[in-house]
């Protein structure tokens, strides 16, 4: 009995993670949030076996949604707080008609991160602890470092005291969005209106349409070396409190030339799995969740016993397979519907919906939090700065977090 529950738990598992990575807005962890409610109504009290069923659908749901969440960031510029950082590479790919191209970069750097991240799993299990000791009091120096030397890239004086222009407006936006407004889904707001909006009002105003996309299969240079970066950033960055897949993107990015694009595309998709898979881990060796996904799965079974870190790593590497497939199928479908419409058109659509799920998941005071950040947003446009610099709305209260409150 408890093998049937598990198995419809993946197989809901997957469709749920494909849903919530197609649309914008529809993160993994508000799902997992629903599942946590359901299981605590009064018939389920006292059901191990399905329970445990509803951890499995948690696990199966993001971990596929760590795969598919990257075809709105590709072709329609729509972020969440794990593909932020990977939204103007993939989004200049395809309107170069190689969005597809894009996306399969991200899908297998996503499947070597499950692959190394499965491989270190017995390593990790026996140095999390002592490794949390030593990188701990070093986070708010390097951070805070990453955010200096972006600045610096600017090289230019005018570029320069406008990227610490950005920097601040961004940062003080984060520290308030995240920490003192107490707004629900807050991210969606914030990241959808400094990264999102502005590159979907731009296409509004664009006189073209998206080009046709060709399938064509990527050329991965320095793949062993990208791969390496993201697994040692993506384990120091996902078992310490307040830090995650952005964080470790930003610093990877400040390693690498500006213009490394599928470099970036790498680590960004091998990043996703990296972290889900460290979370498990760091919920089993010192009983800490660092992402949502994780935190749900917390909160429906306790503590996570041996067994069940087996079971969630046998679950993750049954649905690999699967996440790869329909994140292809997807994403082709995607770029034939899409060159078929008016581009403009696209863009109201996906404006409007991302106005309407923030009014309901995030309220006014998100609809505000909205406006304000596709102000930002469209400022690193108008004075040509990276748009890296918008990412301290996350960097800088981490630091805060870091240095006030550790």
Same mark, same amino acid.
């Given at each position: 009995?408890?093998?049937?529950?598990?198995?419809?738990?993946?197989?809901?598992?997957?469709?749920?993670?494909?849903?919530?990575?197609?649309?914008?807005?529809?993160?993994?962890?508000?799902?997992?949030?629903?599942?946590?409610?359901?299981?605590?109504?009064?018939?389920?009290?006292?059901?191990?076996?399905?329970?445990?069923?509803?951890?499995? *659908?948690?696990?199966?749901?993001?971990?596929?949604?760590?795969?598919?969440?990257?075809?709105?960031?590709?072709?329609?510029?729509?972020?969440?707080?794990?593909?932020?950082?990977?939204?103007?590479?993939?989004?200049?790919?395809?309107?170069?008609?190689?969005?597809?191209?894009?996306?399969?970069?991200?899908?297998?750097?996503?499947?070597?991160?499950?692959?190394?991240?499965?491989?270190?799993?017995?390593?990790?299990?026996? &140095?999390?602890?002592?490794?949390?000791?030593?990188?701990?009091?070093?986070?708010?120096?390097?951070?805070?470092?990453?955010?200096?030397?972006?600045?610096? +890239?600017?090289?230019?004086?005018?570029? @320069?005291?406008?990227?610490? *222009?950005?920097?601040?407006?961004?940062?003080?936006?984060?520290?308030?969005?995240?920490?003192?407004?107490?707004?629900?889904?807050?991210?969606?707001?914030?990241?959808?209106?400094?990264?999102?909006?502005?590159?979907?009002?731009?296409?509004?105003?664009?006189?073209?349409?998206?080009?046709?996309?060709?399938?064509?299969?990527?050329?991965?240079? +320095?793949?062993?070396? &990208? *791969?390496?970066?993201?697994?040692?950033?993506?384990?120091?960055?996902?078992?310490?409190?307040?830090?995650?897949?952005?964080?470790?993107?930003?610093?990877?990015?400040?390693?690498?030339?500006?213009?490394?694009?599928? $470099?970036?595309?790498?680590?960004?998709?091998?990043?996703?799995?990296?972290?889900?898979?460290?979370?498990?881990?760091?919920?089993?060796?010192?009983?800490?969740?660092?992402?949502?996904?994780?935190?749900?799965?917390?909160?429906?079974?306790?503590?996570?016993?041996?067994?069940?870190? @087996?079971?969630?790593?046998?679950?993750?590497?049954?649905?690999?397979?699967?996440?790869?497939? @329909?994140?292809?199928?997807?994403?082709?479908?995607?770029?034939?519907?899409?060159?078929? *419409?008016?581009?403009?058109?696209?863009?109201?659509?996906?404006?409007?919906?991302?106005?309407?799920?923030?009014?309901?998941?995030?309220?006014?005071?998100?609809?505000?939090?909205?406006?304000?950040?596709?102000?930002?947003?469209?400022?690193?446009?108008?004075?040509?700065?990276?748009?890296?610099?918008? $990412?301290?709305?996350?960097?800088?209260?981490?630091?805060?977090?870091?240095?006030?409150?550790?």
């Amino acid at each position: 009995m408890e093998w049937i529950i598990i198995f419809f738990g993946v197989i809901a598992g997957i469709i749920a993670g494909a849903v919530a990575g197609v649309i914008p807005g529809v993160h993994p962890n508000l799902l997992a949030s629903i599942a946590v409610a359901v299981s605590g109504l009064g018939f389920f009290q006292g059901e191990r076996s399905i329970v445990v069923g509803f951890a499995v *659908m948690v696990v199966a749901m993001s971990m596929v949604n760590g795969f598919v969440n990257f075809v709105p960031a590709t072709y329609l510029g729509a972020p969440d707080d794990e593909t932020v950082t990977s939204v103007l590479p993939a989004h200049k790919y395809m309107l170069q008609g190689r969005g597809h191209e894009a996306v399969l970069v991200t899908v297998i750097s996503a499947l070597a991160g499950v692959v190394i991240s499965c491989i270190s799993v017995p390593l990790l299990l026996v &140095t999390l602890d002592e490794l949390e000791m030593v990188v701990k009091p070093t986070i708010p120096w390097v951070l805070g470092g990453v955010t200096i030397f972006l600045i610096g +890239r600017e090289k230019e004086a005018r570029r @320069i005291g406008y990227a610490i *222009m950005v920097t601040l407006f961004a940062a003080v936006l984060g520290f308030f969005t995240l920490n003192e407004l107490g707004i629900k889904e807050p991210f969606l707001p914030m990241l959808s209106g400094l990264f999102g909006l502005p590159g979907l009002i731009r296409g509004v105003k664009s006189q073209g349409g998206i080009p046709k996309q060709v399938h064509s299969f990527p050329k991965l240079e +320095r793949a062993g070396l &990208t *791969m390496a970066m993201t697994f040692v950033a993506g384990s120091l960055f996902s078992f310490l409190p307040g830090l995650g897949p952005s964080q470790a993107a930003v610093v990877c990015a400040s390693m690498i030339k500006k213009k490394a694009e599928k $470099m970036f595309l790498m680590i960004n998709g091998g990043l996703n799995t990296v972290s889900m898979i460290i979370g498990f881990v760091t919920m089993y060796v010192i009983d800490k969740a660092r992402n949502g996904s994780v935190v749900a799965i917390g909160k429906l079974i306790g503590e996570i016993a041996m067994s069940e870190l @087996i079971l969630f790593m046998g679950v993750i590497l049954c649905v690999v397979y699967p996440a790869v497939l @329909i994140t292809i199928i997807i994403s082709k479908k995607c770029g034939e519907v899409l060159g078929k *419409m008016n581009y403009k058109k696209v863009c109201y659509g996906v404006i409007g919906l991302i106005i309407l799920l923030t009014g309901i998941l995030s309220g006014v005071k998100g609809l505000i939090v909205l406006g304000t950040a596709t102000a930002i947003g469209m400022v690193t446009a108008i004075v040509d700065v990276q748009r890296n610099h918008l $990412m301290s709305c996350i960097m800088v209260p981490t630091v805060a977090y870091y240095v006030f409150s550790v």
